[in-house]
Nanobody, 128 residues
């Protein structure tokens, strides 16, 4: 059974940085998309960034230039480097992955229905 486990969340002051990690187990897809989502209290889940199996990335506008999604295929780990954090970034952050695909997902997908596997989330709190 595929499992995703996030880590790296915490509390930081505005302007600080955090790196989130997502360890994937029993996930051996050659073609896939993986993503980071976040959900703040009272708000809908938002797709923050995604990366496909050829390394193409996309970001929601509010994090462009501040967040970087990356993957270490050797360690089967997904990362989200978050810099210049603001209180508006406060949320529960989730990693997600698609089932194995038969095609490259060149069209970036940051909508939740596109993803089949989810982690339990890690909390990020940014204070002003």
């Amino acid at each position: 059974q595929v499992q995703l486990v996030e880590s790296g969340g915490g509390s930081v002051q505005s302007g600080g940085s955090l790196r989130l990690s997502c360890a994937l187990s029993k996930y051996t897809c050659a073609k896939y998309s993986m993503a980071w989502f976040r959900q703040a209290p009272g708000k809908e889940r938002e797709g923050v960034a995604n990366i496909n199996s050829v390394g193409s990335t996309s970001y929601t506008d509010s994090v462009k230039g501040r967040f970087t999604i990356s993957q270490d295929n050797g360690k089967n780990t997904l990362y989200l480097q978050m810099n210049t954090l603001t209180p508006e970034d406060t949320a529960m952050y989730y990693c997600a992955a698609t089932r194995c695909l038969t095609y490259e997902m060149y069209l970036p997908r940051r909508d939740a229905p596109a993803y089949n596997y989810w982690g339990q989330g890690t909390q990020v709190t940014v204070s002003s």
